[in-house]
């Protein structure tokens, strides 16, 4: 039987369900939701799946030890306990990052030094080769518990790779793919995104439709790990890609702005998704519900007005986003509306009812994605 390790999905504050969600349908195990996370376990082929796979998960962790020493001697007693050179080697370039609350063990900077000087006479060799490659080491202290976690993900997932051509206030490529799938849309539903930009929203739908892994071409920090099998990575690496399913899409993307619409198409060729979207250049104001057999979704993730100066302009245009999702969509059953929005004064400006409501961060602001 192959071993189990533990492991930490790191998401979004707000977006642990959905994140929990995704696990199960990995056939991860003992899943439990803290705030900011996920704990799981399963094996190392698990691991690869879901930083393959994972749509609204940051980066995943690999628990290596827990521990309760509150003095640098103690945690040196626990660092010693772990087999650092499954993880590191001459190659690694080794940061530590710490995190402590509320526990007598608390500067930082020292418990990283301190455990980064450790590890380096468990490993006399450490960073000493060529081909140096980052790893990273987390310590969180909360009230006198501590665990030792080590980074398998090396750049964030949200990083996806396609968004090389960004517009302004470009959306978390997990928060978009997270909205996605909190509004329930199917595949056989049209998606209507206006007010696109760089298109996150509607290419991470066109990759969910396609059922395409958003991270075949990262390059996991666990792939360099000493102990690191290929023929494990290979095969799993292998299977989602093959997932991938040849099917057509009804999403439809636009923007008033040129520059966002070239930005869009740009970065859905890089996603290989840009068969699947249809794109045009379009004023909101023009925006008409299109004749479908089985409904669809409109997804919405307006400008907020947060510079001085903007903030009358823009609670217009909501009050007009409001007036087109009332005379289009909201008397329809068929249709349903999903809107990021940052604060209450925003959704007054809609005036219409609420169904539903989750919170979560978004570029440090407390936010609402609002179903109507």
């Avoid at 509150?70 to 772990?82: C, I």
């Avoid at 409501?357 to 179903?371: I, N, P, S, Y």
Wanted: proline share 3%.
């Amino acid at each position: 039987m192959a071993k189990q390790h533990k492991f930490f999905a790191v998401v979004v504050p707000g977006l642990e369900r959905i994140a929990a969600r995704e696990l199960e349908s990995f056939a991860a195990h003992d899943i439990t939701i803290e705030y900011g996370g996920i704990q799981f376990s399963g094996t190392l082929e698990l691991l690869y799946r879901v930083n393959l796979r994972a749509r609204s998960i940051t980066r995943v962790l690999m628990r290596l030890r827990t521990f309760r020493s509150m003095t640098l001697e103690g945690l040196g007693y626990d660092l010693k306990k772990v087999a650092w050179h499954l993880f590191f080697d001459e190659n690694t370039t080794l940061h530590v990052e710490v995190h402590s609350h509320h526990s007598r063990l608390n500067h930082s900077d020292d418990i990283a030094d301190f455990t980064k000087q450790y590890i380096q006479k468990l490993l006399p060799k450490l960073e000493t080769g060529k081909k140096q490659q980052s790893q990273t080491l987390h310590i969180r202290l909360d009230n006198n518990r501590g665990v030792l976690s080590l980074d398998t993900s090396g750049e964030r997932l949200d990083r996806r790779g396609y968004r090389l051509n960004p517009v302004k206030a470009p959306l978390r490529e997990t928060i978009a793919a997270a909205m996605v799938q909190w509004s329930g849309w199917s595949p056989e539903q049209a998606l209507l995104v206006p007010m696109c930009g760089s298109g996150t929203l509607a290419i991470e739908a066109a990759s969910l439709g396609l059922n395409q892994a958003p991270n075949l071409e990262h390059d996991f920090s666990c792939l360099h790990y000493p102990s690191y099998k290929d023929k494990t990575f290979q095969k799993v690496l292998g299977k989602c890609a093959s997932m991938q399913k040849e099917t057509s899409l009804d999403i439809l993307a636009s923007d008033y702005n040129k520059a966002a619409v070239e930005a869009c198409l740009d970065n859905a060729k890089r996603a290989k998704v840009d068969k699947a979207i249809q794109l045009e250049r379009q004023d909101i104001h023009a925006l008409k519900k299109p004749v479908t057999k089985h409904g669809g979704v409109l997804i919405l993730n307006p400008p907020y007005g947060q510079r001085i100066g903007e903030e009358a302009k823009v609670l217009s245009l909501w009050v007009d986003l409001g007036n087109i999702i009332r005379e289009q969509f909201a008397d329809d059953t068929m249709w349903k509306t999903v809107i990021i929005c940052p604060d209450p004064e925003h959704e007054k400006a809609l005036k219409l009812n609420i169904k539903k409501r989750l919170k979560l961060k978004h570029g440090g602001l407390d936010v609402m994605l609002l179903e109507i």
